[in-house]
């Protein structure tokens, strides 16, 4: 009889628990059992380790195989598990050394010749498998998706690669570590929007402070065009922030991309999309469009033509930041925290309000379109802007272009850098007594909005939302108190609660 224990880990949702490898050899007649949840891939190994082991000239143990994933109650997929499980069998029949598998974490699929392919969702693991201060050894495929997470990796071709280098025949040296750039590609420049001042404002004002914003407008009025210029302005993310991003990628089957790197993602789902395509879900469950956008921005075009459920679904991430998706299989919880801009009509036809437009839509079927937004919904949008149709005079050649995106994006990361000196976050995402101290009013402004607050019976979290726009519109002034145009500006800002388009 003979124990080996091999380290690897399962991928559920976003984490990577550790999952130990136990194989057993014991006297009976010859066979191959594994057990601890294992799925249909996981279950059809046997065939490809059997087959990888013979043809890499390594001997077939004519025993009683028993292979355990533990922990045995949780759910254990892919063929990640390959060649952990054929290198374990190589130490329980004593043709490897088990003590060279210490500090050493194992991923890959076998395929029949013994050569390692890739397995998806490797970055979570390399994460969290240096948090526990491992090693890997993975499909050299997977090399540059691992290094990314700073841990030591080597990465091999086959098998027989592998077990070289475990027995001190023929080393595999440390991969280098993966270092890209921000690259900035060309963006759509906000010298292109002609004539949309107030549109343009509030956009910079969501992009330093990372609010939610809404757009309102009749077709035509660039209220699209806008939502597309806002990651050019936004800063890039931090190497924590692509990390956890590209991280969400790796779990999708997609690798990180050196164009792309810490390039703020942007996601624009269809309106016909289902509840689980924006959140997530399915059997596994996967990330949706949400955390697809995490630590970058959700547009959602045409807002009250998607259906009313899947609106409501985004309540809970817009505050906290998460979602969590529950399955008869457990609970998984996906990073989303994202910015929300959207963009809507005035009405069905798009036309109510537009003097150059004759709008034919009746009051009651005005108040259906818009009552598809529900209240708490437009609660949590800080910015409620009306994009009215520019004049034809700023559409002209010879007008006067825009503010270039490059100069807007200079004001913004200014005014980032001084919350994060603050408290580490944006102003979007103050809490409790941050928020109390950064936003704090003096007289003046404070009775202001409060009358405000009264006049358009502002919610506590309209209140509150407000202060936190009036304190990222003095951050773009570089002002350090909020004065009464600040508080001023905020609430022009938010035009559905004046129900000027009512």
Same mark, same amino acid.
């Given at each position: 009889? !003979? ?88 130490? $329980? ?17 076998? !395929?029949?010749?013994?050569? +390692? ?26 090399? $540059?998706?691992?290094?990314? %997470? #700073? ?35 060309? #963006?759509?420049?906000? %010298? ?15 992009? %330093?402070?990372? *609010? ?18 806002? &990651? ?33 993602? /942007? ?25 697809? $956008? *995490? ?36 609970? *998984?919880? /996906? ?29 009651? @079927? ?68 941050? +928020? ?18 009264? &006049? ?20 773009? %002034? ?10 001023? #500006?905020?609430?022009?800002? @938010? ?8």
């Amino acid at each position: 009889m !003979s124990l080996a224990i091999v380290k690897s880990r399962a991928q559920l949702g976003t984490e990577a628990p550790r999952v130990n490898i136990e194989v057993f050899l014991s006297g009976g007649l010859p066979s191959f059992s594994i057990v601890g949840m294992a799925e249909t891939a996981v279950r059809e190994s046997k065939d490809r380790v059997r087959s990888a082991l013979i043809s890499s000239g390594f001997k077939w143990p004519q025993e009683r195989i028993t292979v355990s994933l533990a922990p045995a109650d949780m759910r254990k997929s892919g063929g990640r598990f390959d060649l952990a499980i054929a290198l374990g069998i190589l130490a $329980a029949s004593r043709q490897l050394p088990a003590e060279s598998f210490d500090g050493i974490e194992f991923y890959g699929e076998l !395929s029949l010749d013994g050569d +390692l392919r890739p397995v998806p969702a490797l970055l979570p693991a390399a994460i969290q498998a240096r948090q526990a201060g491992r090693s890997l050894l993975v499909p050299q495929p997977n090399a $540059a998706e691992a290094t990314l %997470a #700073e841990s030591e990796v080597r990465a091999a071709r086959d098998l027989v690669a592998v077990v070289a280098h475990l027995s001190g025949a023929q080393s595999i040296q440390p991969e280098a570590r993966t270092r890209w750039r921000a690259v900035r590609r060309d #963006e759509p420049d906000l %010298a292109d929007v002609r004539g949309q001042a107030q549109a343009v404002r509030a956009l910079e004002i969501a992009a %330093a402070g990372g *609010h939610n914003l809404l757009y309102i407008g009749p077709p035509g009025t660039g209220k699209s065009m806008l939502a597309r210029r806002l &990651t050019g302005i936004l800063p890039a993310m931090t190497e924590e922030e692509a990390l956890a991003t590209a991280a969400i990628g790796s779990v999708l089957g997609r690798q990180p991309e050196p164009s792309s790197w810490r390039r703020r993602p /942007f996601r624009a789902p269809h309106h016909t999309a289902s509840p689980a395509a924006l959140v997530g879900g399915g059997p596994g469950p996967a990330p949706g469009e949400i955390s697809r $956008a *995490h630590n970058g921005v959700l547009f959602l075009d045409e807002l009250p033509e998607f259906n009313r459920n899947v609106l409501e679904v985004l309540r809970e991430p817009l505050e906290a930041g998460v979602i969590t998706i529950a399955r008869a299989g457990g609970r *998984h919880d /996906f990073p989303a925290n994202f910015q929300l801009i959207a963009a809507m009509n005035p009405c069905p036809c798009g036309y109510l309000g537009d003097p150059r437009g004759d709008c034919g839509c009746s009051a009651e @079927r005005v108040a259906t379109y818009r009552g598809k937004v529900s209240g708490p919904l437009l609660d949590r949008i800080d910015l409620h802007v009306e994009v009215r149709r520019p004049s034809r005079a700023a559409l002209r050649d010879d007008a006067p272009a825009g503010e270039k995106t490059r100069s807007v994006a200079a004001r913004v990361t200014r005014a980032r850098r001084l919350q994060l000196r603050r408290f580490g976050t944006c102003n979007a995402r103050l809490r409790g007594s941050q +928020l109390g101290e950064t936003c704090r009013l003096s007289p003046q402004p404070l009775a202001l909005l409060e009358k405000a607050a009264d &006049t358009f019976n502002l919610s506590a979290r309209a209140y509150q939302r407000v202060r936190r726009v009036a304190r990222t519109i003095a951050d773009l %002034a570089g002002n350090d108190d909020i004065d009464v145009a600040h508080v001023a #500006e905020a609430l022009s800002l @938010r035009q559905l609660d004046k129900k000027k388009l009512l």
